[in-house]
Each structure stands twice: as structure tokens, then as C-alpha cells.
């Protein structure tokens, strides 16, 4: 009986032992050697935690897979989709195996193997249990249908979401990019101008910018019809910007600046809420927010 209870003993420690060190909670192990010297050295050997193993797992990037994230969402606008397969599967099941059972006792009173079967009444159970099976599978069927397509509805939603933070974070982008793009503010009544990034005119001098960029023609047009509200322009302070595209930086620097004989610019490029984009960035700007507004249409 001591013997026994040893045993069963002796099985217990190892088997805590065992689940302690799995889950990470075993003690760790302390190895001693002894030198040619004579000297003993004792090294202490700390075994892996699962725990912490999944805690590092946990803390890596990335999170969720998209997938798995989007297998959860779907659950939780459908929760009990998954039970109504089950019951589904289980009730087809059980017709199906008492059909077969039915459709065999059929046969055997069929082949004269037994004489207590009521063949009309084996008819009608054999009709009702394959057609429950029939049932149930148009049931699952569609379930499952309406399961797929808001699967897709939920995927386009994500995928939307996805695009519009896309889209907010290039926006962001492209707002630090114009604070940093430099324009001549015209400071006097004679044509005196001076660089200064939109950003310190958005932020100190309090200008609401608008940036007009197209064609030549687009942009005379947009200036000739700022020039009949320009009272309104300068009551509220806009600063309008006009970005010539379709011409290269040479050209655009040949052309006058309205300081010498002869080169009078229209009145319209020189009215004092008309500020000149100079320096470089302007052309990526511009491109960008073309491509950002094709994006969107």
C-alpha cells in the first residue's frame, strides 16, 4: 500500500511539475560543475514562460489580421448566424440518418424480409424526413448567402475607412506642404513685394489662402472675376494665389514683373490679394492635389 501511495505520489509531482512548466511557472534549473581546480561554479538556467511568450506576441505590430478582424465584425452584426448553422446541420442530420433508417425498413418489406411495415405510413415519414433535410438545407443556403454578402458590405466598409484615413493623412500631408511654399505679398501701393511661406500668412496675418491653378486662360478669367470683388477680397482676408500649369519653370521666370519699361503686367495680377507663388514644391503641390481631387471624383 506504501508503495502505491509513493507511486501515485511520485506520478502527481511530475505531473504538476510538467503543467507548472508549460504555463512558465516551473522553477528554473540550477546546474553545478567543479573545476580541475577544485572549484564549484552554480549557474542558474531560467526555462521560458509561455506567458510571457504570448505577451511578446501580443505586444508585436500589427495586431488582428484583416481577415480575422473582418470575421469579427461580421459577428457582431449577425451574432446567432452561426447557431441557426449549427441547429441547421444537426436537425438536417438527424432527418437524413431517419430517412435512411425508414428507407431501409422500406426496402426490407419491399423484398418480403418483413411483414409489419406499413408501407403507406414508411411513405409519408420518408417524405417528411428528407423533406426537413431539404429544408434545412435551403435554410443554410441562404444563410449563408446573406452571410457572404454582408461580408462584402463589411469588407467595402473597411476598405472605405481605410481609403478616407488614406486620404486624411495625405490631406494633413499636403497642408504641411503648403504652409512651407513661399509667395510675393505685394506690402506697398507702388509694387513692393516680399516672400513670405503661406504658413506664416495663414497664421500671423490671419489670410484665408486660395489657390487657383489651371490653363492661362482659366486662371485670367478667375483674376478678372476676383478684380470686380476685390472690396470683398480685402474686407475678409483672402489672399488669392494663381498656378499657371502647362509651362516650365524657365518660362514662368522670363516672364515680367511689371519693374521695368515696357512690361507692365494687367491690373489684375497686381491687385494687392494677389500673391505670387515662387520657389520650388509648387508644381509637386499642385500635382498632388490634382491627383487627390481625381481620387474623389
Given at each position: 500500500?506504501?508503495?502505491?501511495?509513493?507511486?501515485?505520489?511520485?506520478?502527481?509531482?511530475?505531473?504538476?511539475?510538467?503543467?507548472?512548466t508549460v504555463n512558465g511557472f516551473a522553477r528554473p534549473s540550477i546546474s553545478v560543475w567543479t573545476t580541475p581546480n577544485g572549484a564549484r561554479?552554480?549557474?542558474?538556467?531560467?526555462?521560458?514562460?509561455?506567458?510571457?511568450?504570448?505577451?511578446?506576441?501580443?505586444?508585436?505590430?500589427?495586431?488582428?489580421?484583416?481577415?480575422?478582424?473582418?470575421?469579427?465584425?461580421?459577428?457582431?452584426?449577425?451574432?446567432?448566424?452561426?447557431?441557426?448553422?449549427?441547429?441547421?446541420?444537426?436537425?438536417?442530420?438527424?432527418?437524413?440518418?431517419?430517412?435512411?433508417?425508414?428507407?431501409?425498413?422500406?426496402?426490407?418489406?419491399?423484398?418480403?424480409?418483413?411483414?409489419?411495415?406499413?408501407?403507406?405510413?414508411e411513405y409519408l415519414n420518408l417524405a417528411i424526413d428528407f423533406g426537413a433535410v431539404a429544408l434545412f438545407a435551403v435554410l443554410a443556403k441562404?444563410?449563408?448567402?446573406?452571410?457572404?454578402?454582408?461580408?462584402?458590405?463589411?469588407?467595402?466598409?473597411?476598405?472605405?475607412?481605410k481609403q478616407l484615413k488614406k486620404a486624411t493623412s495625405a490631406m494633413r500631408e499636403r497642408e504641411r506642404m503648403l504652409k512651407e511654399l513661399?509667395?510675393?505679398?505685394?506690402?506697398?501701393?507702388?509694387?513692393?513685394?516680399?516672400?513670405?511661406?503661406?504658413?506664416?500668412?495663414?497664421?500671423?496675418?490671419?489670410?484665408?489662402?486660395?489657390?487657383?491653378?489651371?490653363?492661362?486662360?482659366?486662371?485670367?478669367?478667375?483674376?478678372?472675376?476676383?478684380?470686380?470683388?476685390?472690396?470683398?477680397?480685402?474686407?475678409?482676408?483672402?489672399?488669392?494665389?494663381?498656378?499657371?500649369?502647362?509651362?516650365?519653370?524657365?518660362?514662368?521666370?522670363?516672364?515680367?514683373?511689371?519693374?521695368?519699361?515696357?512690361?507692365?503686367?494687367?491690373?489684375?495680377?497686381?491687385?494687392?490679394?494677389?500673391?505670387?507663388?515662387?520657389?520650388?514644391?509648387?508644381?509637386?503641390?499642385?500635382?498632388?492635389?490634382?491627383?487627390?481631387?481625381?481620387?474623389?471624383?
Amino acid at each position: 500500500m506504501a508503495n502505491v501511495l509513493s507511486l501515485a505520489q511520485l506520478a502527481f509531482v511530475l505531473f504538476t511539475t510538467a503543467i507548472a512548466t508549460v504555463n512558465g511557472f516551473a522553477r528554473p534549473s540550477i546546474s553545478v560543475w567543479t573545476t580541475p581546480n577544485g572549484a564549484r561554479h552554480t549557474s542558474q538556467h531560467s526555462r521560458p514562460s509561455f506567458v510571457t511568450s504570448l505577451h511578446e506576441k501580443k505586444g508585436k505590430p500589427g495586431g488582428l489580421d484583416s481577415d480575422v478582424s473582418n470575421k469579427l465584425l461580421v459577428e457582431t452584426v449577425a451574432p446567432f448566424r452561426g447557431l441557426r448553422l449549427f441547429f441547421y446541420a444537426a436537425f438536417a442530420s438527424g432527418a437524413f440518418v431517419g430517412g435512411l433508417i425508414t428507407a431501409s425498413g422500406v426496402a426490407a418489406a419491399m423484398n418480403g424480409l418483413r411483414d409489419d411495415v406499413d408501407l403507406n405510413a414508411e411513405y409519408l415519414n420518408l417524405a417528411i424526413d428528407f423533406g426537413a433535410v431539404a429544408l434545412f438545407a435551403v435554410l443554410a443556403k441562404i444563410d449563408l448567402d446573406k452571410d457572404a454578402e454582408l461580408t462584402a458590405v463589411v469588407e467595402e466598409k473597411v476598405e472605405r475607412k481605410k481609403q478616407l484615413k488614406k486620404a486624411t493623412s495625405a490631406m494633413r500631408e499636403r497642408e504641411r506642404m503648403l504652409k512651407e511654399l513661399e509667395v510675393n505679398v505685394r506690402v506697398s501701393e507702388d509694387g513692393g513685394t516680399k516672400a513670405a511661406p503661406l504658413g506664416i500668412m495663414q497664421e500671423k496675418a490671419r489670410q484665408h489662402v486660395i489657390l487657383v491653378a489651371g490653363p492661362g486662360r482659366a486662371i485670367r478669367d478667375a483674376l478678372r472675376g476676383a478684380q470686380l470683388n476685390k472690396v470683398n477680397f480685402a474686407m475678409t482676408n483672402v489672399l488669392v494665389v494663381p498656378y499657371e500649369t502647362g509651362i516650365d519653370e524657365a518660362e514662368r521666370a522670363s516672364r515680367p514683373d511689371g519693374g521695368g519699361f515696357g512690361d507692365a503686367r494687367p491690373s489684375y495680377e497686381t491687385q494687392p490679394y494677389v500673391a505670387e507663388p515662387i520657389g520650388e514644391g509648387w508644381g509637386e503641390f499642385v500635382a498632388a492635389e490634382m491627383e487627390a481631387a481625381a481620387d474623389q471624383a
